[in-house]
């Protein structure tokens, strides 16, 4: 078997996890009426934001920046991942303090799901530019793993936002289709994506993600987070740890 054709092979089997993924929360989504495995959905999917962004994303961002400025000693992808934290806590307090504005919250779960987007295509491009079997099946796993947990998560912050249903298919088929384009262009843009400049964006971008995955599932969660049943609490917080566990293990594993 030929390395592009292995590259289309596992484009393929990745559209099709991530849109077997997103099939219960769309069946079950948010309803007016209390779901308790929605809510506990919705805690695991938090555990995996926040996981993501402390052992995937922070992490990548760190080595990226060391790997192509090592003169400089100043902590940039903290910097890069308080502002993404900072942008999200900004823009809810600006839509409690002015009521009127409601378009700000809105847009919340819409700018969410584009950094995912913009993710995948870029976890996609770092498989389209490996020119060897073995590495790029490693980066398979990986990639398949960690999307089947993003596209899970995507779907449960949009039934947390109340996204209407045709918005709610339109970004899980756009975030799907990310990974799979994101190997065609790796491809073509391998020359790019190995320069400092395309290093630099990669990295500044991951540690921006990271913090807005950071607060998504912090103050994010709790602010949004229904409790009809105050019981619940302690099992939603264990759906949490389970689902930032499961990314740890990913991490050490893939």
Request: proline share 3%.
């Amino acid at each position: 078997m030929s390395l592009f054709f292995y590259k289309i092979i596992a484009g393929i089997l990745i559209l099709i996890t991530s849109l077997m993924t997103v099939v219960y929360p769309i069946k079950v989504r948010a309803r007016p009426e209390h779901h308790p495995v929605l809510e506990l959905g919705d805690a695991f999917a938090s555990g995996i934001f926040l996981g993501a962004a402390l052992f995937h994303m922070l992490p990548d961002a760190i080595s990226g920046f060391a790997n192509t400025l090592s003169d400089v000693h100043y902590p940039i992808a903290e910097f890069f991942c308080a502002c993404g934290f900072l942008v999200l806590l900004f823009l809810e307090r600006l839509a409690q303090c002015v009521p009127k504005i409601k378009n700000t919250k809105q847009a919340m779960p819409y700018m969410v799901a584009l950094i995912l987007i913009i993710h995948s295509l870029i976890e996609g491009s770092v498989l389209g530019i490996n020119a060897t079997m073995a590495t790029a099946f490693v980066i398979f796993v990986a990639i398949i793993v960690h999307k089947s947990s993003e596209s899970f998560a995507l779907a449960m912050v949009l039934n947390r936002n109340q996204v209407a249903f045709r918005n709610m298919i339109l970004i899980v088929g756009v975030f799907s289709l990310m990974t799979p384009l994101g190997i065609l262009l790796g491809s073509t843009m391998s020359s790019f994506l190995q320069f400092k400049s395309g290093q630099l964006w990669t990295a500044g971008f991951n540690a921006f993600a990271a913090g807005t995955f950071l607060y998504m599932s912090t103050l994010h969660h709790i602010n949004h987070h229904e409790r009809l049943h105050e019981s619940e609490n302690l099992w939603e917080f264990l759906f949490l740890l389970i689902g930032l566990v499961v990314m740890a293990l990913l991490a050490r594993w893939v």
